[in-house]
């Protein structure tokens, strides 16, 4: 009896997770669908069933070149993700491990930094950006992005190492480890799998981040996200093509997290289930 | 064979003493327990024996040797942690094998 009540349960509860998970997917599936519409298909009305063209892919890299942008993107995400991590590591390490009364005041403080709307600070950020000539560099976009993600990186790293047992390191000492020992057999192995998460989900924020690429690049830093809202102002409303470009902008962080997928859902529940 | 001796083993924490002159015979073979209400250095004694706590005055003598300053491992035992601290990505023969 309570073996049938706990089956029809699990009906429930995976059949819940399904629902929630195309209604979450249902718009990525509608812009891949659109995107392979005609134009006059496209503005027509909801329809599921494109023409399957490709033309508006076509379309697309003839208007404005896919490669630049997104290769921007990759120099902007990965480069601001190094940078950011390089910073946050020994920030987190020591918060983590050595920690003082005012270690918790420190990481509120940071997150405050976030809970800020980034347009209150748009009209200064963008003065400083024009008088250093950072404007439209990917320099420049590479420390915005390391800025503003940072404090979450810190966060992260911060939990990750919080949960390394400091008697750990004391037990490596009592069986005769040497420094490098600990650091090279102990430490590592167990802080990698933090610092890999951190990294993935980082790169994915720095990929998305549309607001300060937007307004802070034109033609030569542009990253994708740019490149995106490059196709819905000039001509007038292309749905189609506008889906096309999308696409092409998800598809390779898509790519990625598909194949780090495991890394990342350990990196995003991590702490929060025991 | 395993005779450990304090002498005089103070430990201080800046001005907080935990651990005020103590004089201790453990020999070889003898099951000792330490019983106190949390706080009161039970644990920072066990430290102090095994060296991850450096005394602040007296001397650690083990099989008669003075001990006080020796590095952990040098001293020929064994701990275990409260949170066991085992190496959690390592094999059992390698927790073992380590270092």
């Known amino acids: ?274 | 064979m395993g005779n450990i001796t304090l002498k005089n083993v103070h430990k201080a924490f800046g001005a907080t003493v935990i651990i005020p002159d103590i004089d201790l015979e453990i020999s070889d073979g003898e099951f000792v327990v330490f019983v106190g209400p949390s706080g009161c250095g039970k644990s920072t004694l066990l430290r102090l024996i095994a060296g991850l706590e450096d005394t602040t005055s007296g001397t650690i003598l083990i099989d008669g040797a003075d001990m006080t300053g020796e590095a952990p491992a040098k001293r020929g035992l064994a701990m275990v942690f409260q949170s066991y601290a085992l190496y959690p990505h390592m094999s059992v023969y390698n927790n073992i094998a380590f270092p």
């Open chain 1, 1 to 274: 009896m309570a073996r049938a009540v706990s089956t029809r349960r699990k009906w429930i509860a995976t059949a819940a997770a399904w629902v929630v998970a195309l209604v979450i997917f249902f718009p990525i599936f509608y812009m891949v669908v659109t995107s392979l519409k005609t134009e006059p298909e496209a503005i027509a009305g909801i329809s599921l069933i494109p023409s399957g063209t490709f033309e508006n892919y076509v379309e697309v890299q003839t208007q404005r070149d896919y490669f630049k942008p997104f290769l921007n993107s990759v120099i902007i995400s990965l480069g601001s993700t190094l940078i950011a991590l390089l910073i946050a590591i020994p920030a987190a390490w020591s918060m983590a491990f050595s920690p003082t009364r005012r270690t918790k005041d420190i990481l509120m403080w940071m997150l405050s930094t976030k809970m800020m709307p980034a347009v209150g600070v748009l009209v200064p950020m963008f003065l400083i950006f024009r008088d250093t000539g950072l404007l439209d560099t990917r320099i420049g976009l590479t420390v915005v992005l390391t800025l503003i993600n940072l404090p979450i990186v810190v966060w992260m790293l911060y939990t990750y190492f919080r949960e390394i047992p400091g008697e750990i390191l004391e037990a490596a000492r009592m069986d005769g480890a040497t420094l490098m020992g600990e650091i090279v057999y102990v430490l590592t192995p167990m802080a990698v799998p933090g610092i890999a998460s951190t990294m993935l989900l980082n790169i994915i924020l720095a990929w998305n981040e549309a607001f300060w690429s937007i307004r802070l690049s034109a033609a030569n830093a542009a990253p994708l996200t740019a490149f995106i809202a490059s196709f819905s102002s000039p001509q007038g409303l292309f749905w189609a093509k506008l889906s096309a470009a999308s696409t092409l902008a998800i598809a390779p962080i898509l790519i990625m997290g598909w194949f780090s997928q495991r890394q990342l859902v350990r990196g995003l529940t991590f702490g929060a289930v025991k």
